[in-house]
């Protein structure tokens, strides 16, 4: 079966078990905003410095998510210059 994703109305295809959940970007920015602040800013830090790998370790840790998953969050975390 197919459903839009609430968040970004991103049509999605799966078993009804799964019907109305986010696609697995939403649902990643979902986890992260529930993240604490304070962390979050840590994190920013951290990809400020460059650090890719310990970024995206951190991220992880953070929200449970897939190793492509975070690498997707941090792309669109990091400032475009
Ligand atoms: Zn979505």
Redesign the pocket.
Known sequence: MTWP?P??A?VRHGVRANEGR??R??ATARAWAAVPQDTRDEVHRVVAEQNAVKAVARVRELTGCEMDEAMLLLDRLRPRS
């Open positions: 994703c968040d970004c991103e986010p696609c970007n939403c």
